[in-house]
């Protein structure tokens, strides 16, 4: 491998505004060789989620703020093509935040060997930080109990797919909302979802109220603004109401406007909780295998999207916020 790389840089802070080209900055980098205990490492697949553009707002407090010239964070993963007494050895396929970077010199700490009878993307998708958050969001923070309603926003992505069939998988009713025909046709034939909203059909409220006559026990929001509004005009006696996302207001630009419905939460005694899913960080490796066995028994299903080529990292990442990706959005070098 070359001791030149290319990697792409955080141009600008795209905060009240949506992602723009010249945000990022393509360059050649001349990586030094390996120290003590260190590896170089030959990046295969980045992947990309839509927290991205709040690390590059720095708006998120849980992780270090990022500078103009940075390289651009996100997750990866990498071959070990050389080893100085690394934590890997040469040939071992690892993954976690590796950066926006066709090759790079590390330590290994934090990253992991990928150990998986699955496809390697696996573990950016399902067994990756989608799985985990599908899977933390909805049991640590929904508490689902077979007989629930689940409603998922943002259903279709890589994130809310995966919580139906977690859903389903714990003996609850899984509605989803999602946009267009196609993809709510996919949550119900595919994901096994028992119904589908469309919110470009309109009427999101009225559809909610239809397919959940009963109430919604637990909501799951990845979309915030207007739908998590008309998903909190509907929610039944001690909900419990997951916030993990507000991918509403990426394009929008600023903060979300606070949902008008909020005293539901009064009337209905229930309770809205964000989260990070790295506070259960310590329980990664074991969820891992529960949500591999549920692929293997066939009861959990999962979509990856893979684009091509190293210079479309940045229109790969825009795919999230336009609704394009079917699935893990992911890329191949």
């Known amino acids: 491998m070359p001791t030149t790389t290319r990697q792409w840089l955080l141009n600008g802070h795209p905060r009240g505004r949506g992602i723009a080209p010249d945000d990022f900055k393509l360059v050649d980098t001349d990586l ?45 993963i990498c071959e070990v093509v ?47 930080t989608t799985g985990l958050t599908a899977y933390c969001g909805l049991f640590k923070i929904g508490k689902p109990v077979a007989g629930d309603t689940v409603l998922v926003s943002g259903a279709a992505g890589a994130t809310g797919s995966v919580v139906g069939q977690l859903a389903k998988i714990a003996g609850c009713r899984a509605v989803g909302i999602a946009g267009g025909k196609e993809k709510c046709e996919w949550l119900v034939s595919e994901a096994g979802y028992d119904a589908a909203i469309d919110y470009k059909a309109g009427d999101v409220k009225a559809q909610i109220k239809e397919h959940c006559p009963r109430g919604v026990d637990v909501i799951y929001d990845n979309v915030g603004g207007t739908i998590l509004d008309d998903m909190l005009a509907n929610i039944a006696t001690k909900a419990r109401v997951v916030i993990c996302g507000g991918i509403s207001r990426y394009e929008s630009g600023g903060l979300p406007t606070g949902p008008g419905n909020y005293f539901n939460l009064i009337f209905r005694r229930a309770s809205m909780e964000g989260f990070i899913v790295l506070d259960w960080a310590s329980e990664f490796p074991a ?3 529960r949500l591999e066995g549920f692929v293997n028994d066939g009861s959990l299903k999962y979509q990856e999207d893979i684009q091509h080529g190293f210079e479309n990292a940045p229109d790969t990442l825009q795919r999230l916020f336009v609704g394009k990706n079917r699935g893990k959005q992911m890329l191949k070098l």
Not at 63 to 76: E, L, Q, W, Y
Not at 95 to 113: I, N, P, R, S
């Open 32 to 76: 030094p060789d390996p120290g003590a205990g260190e590896m170089l490492l030959k990046t295969h697949y980045l992947g990309f989620d839509p927290a991205q553009k709040g690390w590059m707002e720095n708006i998120a407090d849980y992780v270090a703020p990022m500078a103009i010239g940075d390289v651009m964070r996100g997750s990866g």
């Open 82 to 128: 050389v080893s100085n007494g690394g934590k890997f050895a040469v040939g071992d396929i690892v993954f976690g935040t590796t950066g926006w970077t066709e090759g790079l010199v590390h330590d290994g700490e934090g990253l992991t060997k990928v150990e998986t009878a699955l496809s390697p993307t696996a573990v950016l998708s399902v067994l990756g």
């Open 287 to 289: 969820i891992r295998k």
